[in-house]
């Protein structure tokens, strides 16, 4: 079975600049998640898709960042304009199943990510 | 708010050494427990979790955990250390009656000396 999928691996870009990461989950998966992870920190959820819609966007800087999961697939994280501080690894990862209010033991796959450097 | 430490930033070990590696999470109930294990380049990879029954969890490549429930801990063990167990290990917790959102710890990183 195929994992997660992100493109690019690695990203340099100027501060003030956009960019803009790709993520297919695994196959049938209908949750995706993004994560953005700084260097000496744990991941933390930016964003959840189920299916094509989001379930929360809570912590996900709404004037720079977007994200979208059109026809429930893959997905792209966009970053318009970048600043110093976004320099992190994206992570993309997927669940099987939909969380829908009841108690999800659904395990995470996460992809390789891609590692961002803002100068 | 929900929380997961993880005093440990570092630790360095001999080969064939036993391993512990600590995390202690603050939540009002019993949370879902995970660890992960993430090598340099690579994604988050799954060890092991815990979401109800016994406390004493096995998990992938010799690693096991413990959810002590008075001490709000969830440490990772492993009996004989490999030098490819050289990585970044996340303590996370899941929140039951939510989403499935993980609220990860800041890692240790395991260093392994021949």
């Known amino acids: 079975e195929a994992g997660v999928a992100q493109s690019p691996r690695y990203k340099i870009i100027e501060k003030r600049q956009s960019v803009a990461f790709w993520c297919n989950p695994i196959?049938?998966?209908?949750?995706l998640y993004w994560y953005q992870q700084i260097l000496g920190q744990g991941p933390k959820l930016l964003i959840q898709f189920q299916n094509n819609g989001v379930v929360d966007d809570s912590q996900l800087p709404k004037d720079r960042f977007s994200a979208e999961r059109l026809k429930g697939v893959d997905s792209t994280l966009k970053i318009q304009p970048a600043k110093l501080e976004d320099s992190a690894v994206y992570l993309c990862a997927s669940s099987l199943f939909e969380t829908g209010g009841l108690i999800s033991t659904d395990t995470q796959y996460f992809g390789p990510g891609t590692r961002l450097t803002v100068l | 708010a929900q929380s997961v430490t993880q005093p440990d930033i570092h630790i360095t070990v001999s080969e064939g050494a036993s391993l512990e590696l600590r995390c202690n999470y603050s939540y009002g109930a019993t949370p879902y427990l995970f660890w992960y294990v993430q090598s340099p380049g690579q994604g988050l990879q799954l060890l092991l979790k815990y979401f109800s029954g016994d406390t004493l969890v096995q998990g992938i490549k010799g690693f096991e955990a413990e959810f002590k429930r008075s001490q709000s801990s969830f440490n990772l063990r492993k009996p004989s250390v490999h030098w490819s167990d050289a990585a970044e290990y996340f303590c996370a917790v899941g929140l039951p009656h939510n989403t499935d959102k993980l609220i990860f710890g800041t890692g240790t990183r395991l260093q392994v000396f021949p």
């Open positions: 196959s049938g998966h209908a949750t």
